[in-house]
């Protein structure tokens, strides 16, 4: 027997088809059972599984983050720079640069926040440890409301 | 790295450990039928050393999250699970494919010839035609048989089946369960090296 070079042959999908219609409904636990008697290790399988999407999570939440610090870094930049032509603007952009969206919810919340931060603690964060500290400050009021 | 589909992550935190390890499960499940049958067309050992079913799983897994490859995008395919198996089918098919490519290079020119005109779709629909008869000699009782024709015909969930067969639907489903076993077993061959 052989197969075509170039596609997913008839004989291929009908046995996945089988697969689909066999499986409905079938008990997770009897799957497992049946999988560890073929050999396979289990355990392993679903501890890899569950490391590969953890660890997925955690580097998106990394990766989120340092993107955040970026934008932010990049706001308090230019109002140092004198870019932004007013406070109003200043404030607008950073809440943009906090929130990763120009309106809707999570920009209101910011946006209010830094209402309450005087312009000159903002011009005042000049090193990545202050925008940094700034940062994790604003985000621990987030958590804790 | 670079940031991934917000909707991925949404996805991903919503479900729970529970969900998490039965989508595992299933997926090892349907890469260890996979494995089986594919082998059914391979000369010789197309899996890595001490690659299984777990392996491709975990692999599966591996690529769909990676944000730089072609990884899963929940509004095209908002089912997971069922991602994850069109993933496996890709692995499989560049092993197979690279398995394929050695073996070639042990044909002569006549039997190359002969291996391609044996891929024109009226063979295919011969083989396939094989095949059904096979798995059907696999079965042990004529309600297992009734109940695999009915599957190939179209007819997935057990409830129709129980319908057209005029048999108890938990009937229908321990049926299909041990049709899974019968013929899992017997399309086993010689799989990994």
């Keep these: 027997m052989t197969r075509r070079e170039d596609k997913y042959n008839e004989s291929e999908e009908l046995l996945d088809r089988l ?11 009897l799957i497992q059972e049946e999988l560890i008697n073929s050999g396979i290790d289990m355990e392993k399988t679903i501890e890899d599984g569950q490391e590969i999407i953890a660890s997925f999570l955690k580097r998106q939440k990394l990766a989120k ?8 870094k990049k706001a308090l930049a230019d109002l140092h720079a004198g870019v932004t032509p007013s406070v109003e603007k200043a404030r607008d952009a950073i809440a943009r640069a906090v929130a990763g969206e120009s309106s809707g919810h999570g920009f209101q919340v910011a946006h209010r ?24 400050k604003f985000e621990e009021d987030e958590e804790g409301r | 790295m670079s940031e991934s589909d917000p909707r991925v992550v949404e996805k991903l935190e919503a479900m729970t450990p529970q969900q998490v390890q039965e989508l595992i499960v299933r997926l090892t499940d349907f890469a260890d039928w996979s494995i089986r049958t594919r082998a059914r067309w391979m000369k010789r050992p197309f ?4 690659y299984d079913a777990g392996s491709l799983a975990s692999e599966a897994i591996t690529r769909a999250l990676d944000p730089d490859g072609r990884r899963w995008n929940p509004e095209n395919d908002p089912d997971l699970l069922m991602y994850l198996k069109s993933v496996v ?5 560049d092993l197979q494919k690279a398995a394929e490519k050695e073996a070639l290079d042990d044909v002569d020119d006549d039997e190359l010839e002969r291996m391609k005109a044996k891929g024109s779709s009226a063979d295919e629909e011969l083989e396939a035609a094989e095949l059904q008869e096979e798995l059907l000699e696999y079965l ?17 969930k057990a409830a129709d089946i129980a319908a057209s067969l005029g048999l108890d639907v938990e009937k229908v489903y321990k049926l299909k369960w041990q ?15």
């Excluded at chain 1, 603690?121 to 994790?136: G, K, P």
């Excluded at chain 2, 089918?89 to 098919?93: A, E, N």
């Design chain 1, 19 to 29: 697969f689909e219609g066999l499986s409905e409904n079938a008990d997770v636990n």
């Design chain 1, 65 to 72: 983050g340092r993107a955040k610090f970026e934008r932010i």
């Design chain 1, 113 to 136: 926040k830094l209402e309450s931060i005087e312009i000159e603690d903002l011009e005042s964060l000049q090193d990545d440890a202050a925008i940094l500290e700034f940062v994790l």
């Design chain 2, 47 to 50: 899996l890595p050393k001490g």
């Design chain 2, 89 to 93: 089918r890709s692995i499989l098919w």
């Design chain 2, 140 to 156: 042990k009782t004529d309600e297992e048989r009734l109940v695999l024709l009915t599957i190939l015909e179209g007819k997935n």
């Design chain 2, 179 to 193: 049709i899974k076993q019968h013929l899992r077993r017997r399309l086993d061959r010689s799989v990994s090296s």
